[in-house]
C-alpha cells in the first residue's frame, strides 16, 4: 500500500501577521499550519511552514497547492489592499463620518452611474435593503426561479419585509421571458392582488453559468418597468464580469436599473463588502433598512480601503478569470465522461454535468483528496469559479486531476 508523504524539513517559517508578498500570501493559502510553544508568552501562536516531502520512491517534493475553485468568494486580499486596510484614515460610519467609507461610495456611485451609494456587509444584506427600500409590507417582487435573491438568500424579504416573491421562470441564459413579465405585472387598482412594484434581474447570472445580460435585453425590460410604474432592482454581485466580457462599461447596463448591488468580495478580492448604489432617496431610505437588519458598522473604512483598491485595480483583470474559465470549459468538453454547454461559459462560471452514472458528492469527494476542490449543485451539476489566485497551470493540473478521477 502507498505510504502518505512524510513531512522532514522545514524551510521559512512566516509570522502569521507581518504584512504578506502575494507569494507568502498563496503560501500561507496552501501550505500546512503548526502550533509552536512561545518560549516566553508560555501561549501558542500559529505559523506557517513550508515543508519539503519525502515521497515513497525517495523523491522530495513540496506539499501540492490545493485548487479551490468553490467560488470566486474564496479569493484573499491582495497585500495593496492589506496594506490600504492597515493605512485606512477612520471615522463612525453611522454618523457618516467614516473618510474612506465615504469615498468608497461616491467611487462605486460614480462607477454604476447613479447619485449614491451604500457599504453593506454582503450581497445579500444589499439586495435585502433593496427590497426593503422598494417595497412595502404585501408588496410583490418578481423574481427568477434560479435566482439568487429568491434561492440563497434565506427569504429574508419575505421574512423580514412581508414582500411577497413572484416567480418567473429564468431561461437557461439568465433572462426573464418579456411576455412572462408582462403577463406577472398585476394591475394596480384591483383590490385582490398584491401590488407588483419590483423587477428584480441577476447580471451575471450565476446559476445559469455566469451568463451575461445583454444591455439591449435590459433596455426592453426597463421599457417594460416604465409602461408598468415598476422599479427594477440588478443583483450585479459579479456586474464588473458581465462589462469585462461584454467590453463596456458597467454604466451601460446600470443605466437600465434603478439600483443595483455589486460584491467586492467576490472575482474584485477584497474581503468583505457589497455597494447598493440609486438615487439619494433610495438610497436614505436604504440606510434605514440596514440599520434595522445591524448592517451600521462604525469604522468600516477598514473594510473600505480594500474595496478601493479593488476598484480602482482589479476590474480589468477578471479577463484573466474569463480566459481561464474558457480553458476549463473546453478541457472538459473533451472528456467523453462530461457534458458542458460551451455557449454558456461566458465569464468565471463553468457549470457542467457528469454523464458516467457518478454523482456530484462522489465527484466533489474524489477531487478534493486530490486536491481541487469543486462546488456540488446537486444531481450531477457541478460548479467551478475562477478568481484571482488561479493562473492556467491550475487549470490544466485541474483538469489532469478531473480526468483520473473520471476513469
Ligand atoms: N453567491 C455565492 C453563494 O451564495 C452561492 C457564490 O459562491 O456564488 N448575488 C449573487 C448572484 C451571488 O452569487 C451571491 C453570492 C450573492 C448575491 C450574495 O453575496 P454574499 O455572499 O456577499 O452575501
Avoid at 470566486?72 to 463620518?97: F, K, N
Avoid at 457589497?274 to 445591524?294: E, N, P, T, Y
Amino acid at each position: 500500500m502507498a505510504q502518505p508523504p512524510r513531512p522532514i524539513a522545514v524551510d521559512r517559517p512566516f509570522p502569521a501577521c507581518e504584512e504578506e508578498t502575494d507569494d507568502i500570501r498563496m503560501s500561507r493559502a496552501t501550505a500546512p499550519i503548526v502550533s509552536i510553544m512561545l518560549p516566553q508568552a508560555r501561549s501558542t501562536a500559529s505559523v506557517i511552514i513550508r515543508a519539503t516531502y519525502i515521497l515513497p520512491n525517495g523523491a522530495r517534493t513540496m506539499p501540492q497547492k490545493t485548487i479551490d475553485l468553490r467560488s470566486d468568494t474564496v479569493t484573499l486580499p491582495t497585500s495593496a489592499m492589506r496594506s490600504a486596510m492597515a493605512r485606512a484614515e477612520l471615522g463612525d460610519d453611522v454618523y457618516g463620518e467614516d473618510p474612506t467609507v465615504n469615498r468608497l461610495e461616491a467611487l462605486a456611485a460614480e462607477r454604476v452611474g447613479k447619485q449614491a451609494a451604500m457599504l453593506t456587509p454582503s450581497g445579500t444584506m444589499g439586495n435585502l435593503c433593496a427590497l426593503l427600500a422598494h417595497c412595502g409590507r404585501g408588496d410583490e417582487a418578481i423574481v427568477g426561479d434560479g435566482s439568487h435573491i429568491y434561492n440563497y438568500e434565506g427569504g429574508g424579504a419575505s421574512a423580514l419585509g412581508g414582500i411577497v416573491y413572484h416567480v418567473l421562470p429564468n431561461q437557461p441564459d439568465g433572462t426573464l421571458a418579456l411576455d412572462h413579465l408582462r403577463a406577472a405585472v398585476r394591475w394596480l387598482d384591483d383590490p385582490h392582488s398584491a401590488q407588483t412594484r419590483l423587477i428584480c434581474l441577476e447580471n451575471t447570472h450565476n446559476h445559469c453559468g455566469g451568463t451575461v445580460l445583454p444591455p439591449a435585453y435590459m433596455a426592453d425590460v426597463a421599457r417594460l418597468a416604465r409602461e408598468r410604474g415598476l422599479a427594477i432592482h440588478l443583483d450585479g454581485a459579479r456586474l464588473f464580469n458581465a462589462a469585462v466580457a461584454l467590453g463596456i462599461d458597467a454604466r451601460e447596463i446600470t443605466r437600465h436599473v434603478d439600483s443595483v448591488q455589486f460584491c467586492l468580495s467576490k472575482g474584485l478580492s477584497a474581503p468583505v463588502g457589497s455597494l447598493l448604489c440609486g438615487d439619494a432617496d433610495f438610497i436614505k431610505r436604504a440606510r434605514r433598512a440596514r440599520k434595522m437588519l445591524g448592517g451600521g458598522m462604525r469604522q468600516a473604512g477598514v473594510i473600505a480601503a480594500a474595496g478601493i483598491v479593488a476598484l480602482e485595480t482589479m476590474i480589468d483583470r477578471l479577463a484573466e478569470d474569463h480566459a481561464n474559465a474558457r480553458i476549463l470549459a473546453e478541457g472538459l468538453a473533451g472528456l467523453p465522461q462530461i457534458a458542458i454547454d460551451l455557449e454558456r461559459v461566458q465569464t468565471d462560471i463553468v457549470i457542467f454535468e457528469l454523464r458516467n452514472g457518478m454523482d456530484a458528492d462522489t465527484f466533489v469527494h474524489r477531487l478534493r483528496a486530490r486536491g481541487v476542490l469543486v462546488g456540488d449543485m446537486g444531481g450531477e451539476r457541478i460548479r467551478a469559479v475562477t478568481h484571482y489566485g488561479i493562473d492556467a497551470g491550475d487549470i490544466e493540473q485541474a483538469l489532469d486531476v478531473i480526468s483520473s478521477v473520471l476513469v
